[in-house]
């Protein structure tokens, strides 16, 4: 992705907000494509060739009858999962990631002998920050302009006794298979995480929930056996150390709201709204 096509993202960001926070008035094409400067049509071409739909039918998506209706159809994670066999695009996804966790005592050794190379990319939802050990991706964070040595900061407090060293031309690699070019990620890629026994249970238990489908912090806690513990699994979706491919961003507020997300709000609700326009039957 090139200069152009993350300005692009900035744009539709842009439109996404724009059509969430004034949904009610039901703002027009002419209206919407105002807030980017751009001309109606140029928008509407730039909205459709990235999400595949329209400003006005991504915008259901994000509805609160529409998020409530999606928790309904896959009310708790089993489920969600037959639900997942019905379709051949979310059984690849699911077989697309192999999360490994670290073991205690490598937990302690935070990375001692380990060598993480790292790399900046632009992604259709911004820039993305990517670490990747011999055993899996051990990083996956969105990063506004500004925000780069924010994250590797993150990974280096993480990871502390590891050999961190920049590979852009490495990483690039797992980009093109993580954001293929016009739709949902293929092949098989492995994930190597820190994390609690509970941390690693919960982001699990995500990766149970196929893309186009959301659920909620009840949900996640239920499944894990621990339907008491709704704000720990919070906690730990909050703490998720790979975003897109451990997907927190599937886990919304039981009243249909998106809610927050740890790279941003409007982040979310462009991830969500994508994923369900991918797994529209008219799409590919």
């Not at 990631?97 to 060598?115: K, Y």
């Not at 979310?268 to 797994?279: P, R, V």
Request: glycine fraction near 8%.
């Amino acid at each position: 992705m090139e200069i152009q096509d993350k300005l692009n993202y900035d744009r539709i960001a842009t439109a996404i907000d724009y059509l969430s926070e004034n949904f009610k008035e039901q703002p027009d094409l002419d209206e919407v494509a105002a807030q980017v400067h751009l001309s109606p049509f140029h928008f509407q071409r730039l909205f459709t060739a990235w999400a595949g739909v329209s400003p006005k039918k991504f915008l259901q998506y994000l509805t609160t009858a529409y998020l409530k209706d999606k928790l309904q159809a896959s009310s708790n994670l089993i489920e969600a999962a037959e639900w997942a066999g019905l379709s051949s695009q979310s059984r690849v996804y699911d077989l697309f990631v192999n999360m490994e966790a670290v073991t205690p005592n490598e937990f302690r050794n935070s990375g001692a002998g380990l060598t993480i190379q790292y790399g900046y990319h632009d992604t259709p939802f911004g820039k993305c920050f990517i670490a990747v050990t011999p055993r899996g991706i051990c990083g996956l964070s969105f990063v506004e302009e500004g925000q780069e040595e924010a994250a590797l900061q993150d990974l280096k407090q993480r990871w502390a006794f590891a050999n961190i060293e920049p590979h852009q031309a490495f990483t690039a690699g797992y980009m093109q298979q993580i954001f293929p070019e016009g739709g949902m990620p293929g092949g098989k890629v492995h994930l190597l995480v820190q994390g609690t026994n509970f941390q690693v249970k919960v982001w699990q238990a995500l990766l149970q929930i196929p893309p186009g489908a959301v659920s909620t912090y009840q949900q996640i806690a239920k499944s894990i056996g621990s339907p008491d513990a709704s704000r720990a699994v919070g906690t730990a979706i909050g703490q998720n150390p790979v975003a897109w491919l451990i997907p927190c961003h599937r886990v919304i507020r039981r009243e249909g709201i998106p809610g927050q997300y740890h790279w941003g709000a409007t982040r979310k609700k462009a991830l969500i709204g994508w994923e369900m326009a991918q797994m529209e039957p008219s799409n590919p």
